[in-house]
Nanobody, 112 residues
């Protein structure tokens, strides 16, 4: 059974930073491309970023490019998302995902 557990969300001021983590189990993590997606307060699902299995390839949505950084540790079966220069429009429930599976999400709220 695929299990993805996100953590690291919270309330942060505009311009602040957070690191999100996602611990994966139940599948061959080191062979899987991994994604971060987010659900906005309007319930829109937005793709944020994808990383290749070996971590060499990383892609980002236009709204986060240059501010967010995806990474992974294939020994720890953990996916990360570094969020920098946060803006109010980054407020969302952040999920890690592989294929059609995703975790329960971690809430990021950007507000002064």
């Amino acid at each position: 059974e695929v299990k993805l557990v996100e953590s690291g969300g919270g309330l942060v001021q505009p311009g602040g930073s957070l690191i999100l983590s996602c611990v994966a189990s139940g599948f061959n993590f080191r062979a899987a491309p991994m994604d971060w997606i987010r659900q906005t307060p309007d319930n829109e699902l937005e793709w944020v970023s994808t990383i290749t299995p070996d971590g060499s390839g990383k892609t980002y949505g236009d709204s986060v490019k240059g501010r967010f950084a995806i990474s992974r540790d294939n020994v720890k079966n953990t996916l990360y998302l570094q969020l920098n220069d946060l803006k109010s429009e980054d407020t969302a429930l952040y999920y890690c995902a592989t294929g059609l599976d995703r975790g329960q999400g971690t809430q990021v709220t950007v507000s002064s």
